[in-house]
């Protein structure tokens, strides 16, 4: 049923609409009830406020922590008006109703993100607020709860159609998100306690987050999607602004964060990196004195599957790239910035979407990642360690020159973002053959030498681009076919992680082969 609102509770950290909602609520003779800087904003627009002391009959104590924390307010919230016995004890205790509390919380989210300290952020810790939040939603049949200025239009139209009343479908839709609310932002503090006291994986976790985009669907037709945004501050593909092109779809962000991921990794202060990535795999990353020259390199690797891929720079991208991009069919770019030029000519193809993120992610930056299981989730930290040259050890007789040594490292880093089994040779500062997800190691050396055969073929090339190459592998060789079939590819260097109970053979075949080969110690698996 309509329920008209006559008593209304307000007590805002953001006054962003403030004026709009209490002018509205003055025009229907609302008595307005208020706390601290609230207040003064309402008396500074000439409204008459009633000091929430003056309903309790309690002055504000311990600096403001207990002001709301009393039964004529919480009596208030929690009437339940359609029972005798609840309207006989708000009469017998001089409680008088509340029908609309607006409240939003301490900053608490934006302190931590500000890096304030310990102290600080104790002190933006809401208590009196989630719990008039939480009292208001239970009794949502009887009083409207509004926790985010983005709804106060909704309230003022409901206002206007209903005499100053609100109805029975709005009241439940706001009292639904303001324990979304109150449960994300506890969800906050026990993230950072638990950070702060360096508790990677505690008891209880709690994953929150804030609708950025519904999607038409997910992975396909049948299935929902939406994107949100995990924390207060965006960051990653959260943070990309979306300068032209259609909407994004489940699979073009699931791509794109693949693709930014992996492009994150080069420094855009040495050389100029491009990614190219088809479902949520890379097939084709190259460094380039610019990004025309790394495009171009990366999209030799394998042609094919580029089209409709997502396309990732780890600097602004010009014209000449522009130029060079448009002539094949693809879903996204990801760049920092694009020249007024590159947008112009982007701009052609109205349905690519350019998206821009500046600053890129830290590829070194301590995150969690998820999974979900049947009936759970798995947590595990990012993989966000970087080979350090000075951790690589040489295990066969022939050392890798300079050169192999920066192919190497270039491979093995890109092998960090294919789905594993992972195979992935390179050279000159270029994939040039990429295996990803295979059940057997062996069968990724091969599927990667045959695509590069391929692509070579495709574009004239009489020689395979996997000859003179370097391989890279995600995890150590089992047995010695894999890196045999790498050796018959023309592979002249190896970089892999070892630990194999048949790592004497498999070093005994490259020193046959007279190819050099390395161990990191680090696995890079992906699943």
């Known amino acids: 049923m309509q329920h008209p609102i006559r008593r209304a509770v307000l007590s805002v950290s953001d006054k962003t609409g403030l004026a709009d909602l209490a002018l509205a609520l003055k025009r229907f003779n609302v008595e307005l009830v208020s706390t601290g800087g609230t207040a003064k ?96 939603a239970k009794n949502h049949d009887w009083l409207t709860v509004v926790t985010d200025p983005t709804d106060y239009a909704a309230v003022i139209a409901e206002l206007d159609r209903n005499a100053g009343g609100t109805s029975p479908g709005l009241r439940r839709r ?6 979304g609310r109150t449960a994300a932002y506890d969800a906050a503090i026990a993230q950072w306690f638990a950070q702060e006291l360096g508790d990677a994986m505690p008891e209880r976790l709690t994953i929150s987050g804030r609708l950025l985009q519904s999607l038409r669907y997910g992975e396909n037709p049948h299935q929902q999607g939406a994107f949100y945004r995990s924390g207060v501050s965006a960051a990653g593909l959260a943070a990309a602004r979306q300068i032209q092109g259609k909407e994004l779809s489940y699979n073009n962000i699931n791509d794109a964060d693949a693709a930014l991921e992996c492009v994150s990794e080069f420094d855009p202060g040495a050389r100029a990196a491009c990614v190219i990535v088809k479902h ?46 448009v002539q094949l069919f693809t879903e996204v770019i990801i760049a920092p910035d694009a020249t007024p030029e590159a947008r112009d000519i982007i701009a052609g193809k109205k349905n690519l979407r350019l998206l821009l993120i500046d600053p890129l992610p830290d590829p070194k930056a301590a995150l969690r990642s998820f999974k979900s299981v049947s009936g759970g989730f798995l947590v ?11 951790d690589i050890r040489i295990v066969t007789r022939r050392q890798p ?18 789905k594993s089994n ?29 695509k590069s ?32 079939a790498a050796i018959a590819a023309g592979a002249t260097a190896v970089i892999q992680p070892g630990g194999s109970v048949n790592d004497a053979d498999v070093i005994a075949a490259a020193d046959a082969a007279g190819i050099a080969m390395v161990f990191t110690g680090l696995r890079h698996f992906r699943h």
């Open 41 to 136: 904003a309402l008396r500074d627009l000439g409204l008459d406020v009633t000091d929430i002391s003056a309903l309790t009959g309690f002055p504000e104590i311990m600096d403001g922590r207990v002001k709301t924390l009393h039964p004529k307010v919480h009596g208030g919230l929690l009437a339940s008006r359609g029972k005798a016995a609840h309207r006989d004890a708000l009469q017998a205790h001089d409680i008088a109703p509340i029908d609309l509390l607006v409240v939003n919380l301490y900053p608490f989210e934006e302190t931590i993100a500000a890096g304030r300290g310990w102290d600080e952020a104790i002190e933006n810790i809401d208590i009196g607020g989630p719990a008039m939040i939480r009292s208001a």
């Open 174 to 179: 706001l009292a639904a998100k303001a324990f």
């Open 280 to 325: 949520a795999n890379p097939c084709g990353v190259a460094l380039g004195a610019t990004p025309a020259e790394a495009y171009a390199k990366a999209l030799r690797c394998d042609p094919v599957s580029a089209f409709g891929g997502i396309i990732a720079f780890n600097r602004a991208i010009d014209a000449e790239a522009a130029a060079e991009i």
């Open 380 to 390: 595990q930290s990012r993989d966000a360690t970087v080979l350090d040259r000075k």
């Open 401 to 418: 020159s300079d050169r192999e040594m920066d192919d190497l490292i270039f491979a093995f880093t890109v092998a960090k973002h294919v």
């Open 422 to 450: 992972a195979i992935v040779y390179a050279k000159d500062g270029a994939t040039v053959g990429i295996g990803a997800g295979q059940m057997s190691r062996v069968d990724s050396s091969r599927i990667a030498a045959s």
């Open 453 to 484: 055969a391929e692509a070579a073929a495709a574009q004239g090339i009489a020689t395979p681009l996997t000859q003179g190459s370097v391989v890279a592998s995600d995890a150590f060789f089992p047995f010695a076919d894999g890196l045999l």
